[in-house]
Nanobody
Framework: QVHFVESGGGLVQPGGSLRLSCGASGSLLSIGVMGWYRQAPGKQRELVTTINIAGTSNYADSVKGRFTISRDNAKNTVYLLMNSLKPEDTAVYYC???????WGQGTQVTVSS
């Protein structure tokens, strides 16, 4: 079973940017749809954005226009570029397939001044 390792999180001020990376242990070509999820303290994990193997993406309304998902199948890596970050974007971010496979450790994103 493929597993995923997320990186790139950190502390950023409101309005700032971060780029998250997600490395897969196997070929992304075998995975049709990848997604980024997030879980804020005290809340359920939510799906933020998805991208299919052709590169077509979808976004939750809360991040539309600010976040961009991309995938590099040759590098088995999925990225999430986050711009205009808000305090409400603070969460642990995870990548996974759809449907979800084994969860990784995630990467913490904190947006605070």
């Amino acid at each position: 079973q493929v597993h995923f390792v997320e990186s790139g999180g950190g502390l950023v001020q409101p309005g700032g940017s971060l780029r998250l990376s997600c490395g897969a242990s196997g070929s992304l070509l075998s995975i049709g749809v990848m997604g980024w999820y997030r879980q804020a303290p005290g809340k359920q994990r939510e799906l933020v954005t998805t991208i299919n193997i052709a590169g077509t993406s979808n976004y939750a309304d809360s991040v539309k226009g600010r976040f961009t998902i991309s995938r590099d199948n040759a590098k088995n890596t999925v990225y999430l570029l986050m711009n205009s970050l808000k305090p409400e974007d603070t969460a642990v971010y995870y990548c996974n397939s759809l449907p979800a496979a084994r969860w990784g450790q995630g990467t913490q994103v904190t947006v605070s001044s």
